[in-house]
Nanobody, 122 residues
Framework: VQLVESGGGLVQAGDSLRLACTAS????????IGWFRQAPGKEREFVST????????YYADSVRGRFTISRDHTISTVYLQMNSLKPEETAVYYC????????????????WGQGTQVTVSS
């Protein structure tokens, strides 16, 4: 299983950014694909997750209403559209996959990408 993130970069506060996570190596029917982030010196934090088969999504309270997760089966990719970004959301963003159902816990996700840096300047 391989997960590859892309789309990170340097933006200003209030800007938008779209991250992509391309999955390969197996079928992901029944899996959830999640996004987490980790800032320097902080624990990895849940951001959002989506069911690969039916598309049910869940968001952390801190991003609900600003971030949107979606998936495109045809290219095995999950997106995270991030709007109104804040400086405190500067972090490495990771995508991950779990067959344990909808989960907000990083430990439930067995497969991880290498991460993509998002930097939001004030």
């Amino acid at each position: 299983v391989q997960l590859v993130e892309s789309g990170g970069g340097l933006v200003q506060a209030g800007d938008s950014l779209r991250l992509a996570c391309t999955a390969s190596g197996r079928t992901f029917s029944g899996y959830y694909i999640g996004w987490f982030r980790q800032a320097p010196g902080k624990e990895r934090e849940f951001v959002s997750t989506i069911g690969w088969t039916y598309g049910g999504a869940y968001y952390a309270d801190s991003v609900r209403g600003r971030f949107t997760i979606s998936r495109d089966h045809t290219i095995s990719t999950v997106y995270l559209q991030m709007n109104s970004l804040k400086p405190e959301e500067t972090a490495v963003y990771y995508c991950a996959a779990t067959d344990q159902g909808l989960s907000l816990r990083a430990h439930a996700y067995a497969y991880w990408g290498q991460g993509t840096q998002v930097t939001v300047s004030s």
